[in-house]
């Protein structure tokens, strides 16, 4: 017997239109992020649903409220935090910006200390401080390892996540269900990286789009 899982990101929010950290915070779907859910629900529209998982925050339930307008059959809509986005701590809230030019000027202050770089000036400065920035921000975001300042690593997002998966499979095993997950970017890559047998590298080079879905089956 092959059970399926159908795996989606909410879609884009106001928070991400706007480059700004997410995690936790509750961003509303914007006009785009609608018409993403929809598409999906399109997609899934011909599927089997017994049973679907959402977490506590307003774009992961309204994106599976678009979904499961399809779905008579789905019996139960179950709430799991253990597969809610990465928390980003003190960043929560601040645009990525501000987040490039404060890592920027810090770590051009550390090296004008050091004498480093005593002779950037105008145009080469503001260049310099945007690259050290941006090469920051790239270590928070794609980093498996790092976690911001009081918030998760995607190390310990995959810990979560895969404890996640353990449950779910034995809860498909046992009740032969076809379930959806109404899920984040963050929490994808470790669901990805288990059911598409990928590399901790592989995993953080994925980008999960807000407007389709990924299937997966598990046989009994």
């Known amino acids: 017997m092959k059970l399926k899982i159908y795996l989606f990101r909410h879609g884009q929010t106001y928070y991400n239109k706007k480059h700004i950290f997410t995690g936790w915070k509750d961003s509303k779907l914007t006009a785009k992020g609608v018409k993403d859910a929809k ?3 399109q997609k899934l ?4 649903i017994d049973i679907a998982y959402r977490s506590h925050l307003s774009r992961s339930k309204d994106t599976l409220k678009h979904v499961l307008k399809f779905h008579p059959e789905c019996k139960e809509i179950i709430e799991d935090d253990r597969m809610i986005e ?3 701590g003190k960043l929560q809230g601040k645009s990525h910006k501000s987040f490039i030019e404060k890592e920027g000027k810090d770590s051009y202050q550390t090296l ?6 005593d002779h950037l000036e105008g145009k080469e400065k503001k260049e ?4 050290m920035g941006e090469a920051e921000l790239k270590i928070v975001r794609r980093s498996y390892n790092v976690a911001p300042p009081g918030g998760e690593s995607v190390k310990m997002v995959e810990k979560r996540v895969n404890s996640f998966i353990k449950d779910l499979l034995k809860k498909m095993k046992k009740e032969k269900i076809n379930v959806a997950i109404s899920a984040h970017g963050n929490s994808m890559r470790p669901f990805r990286k288990y059911f598409e047998k990928l590399s901790k590298e592989q ?8 407007d389709d879905y990924f299937e997966y089956t598990v046989n009994v």
């Open 86 to 88: 990465r928390s980003y």
């Open 128 to 131: 310099f401080i945007k690259k």
């Open 112 to 117: 004008l200390h050091w004498h480093k770089i």
């Open 39 to 41: 598409k999906v629900a």
């Open 203 to 210: 995993m953080m080079e994925l980008e999960n789009p807000w």
């Open 45 to 48: 529209k011909k599927m089997h």
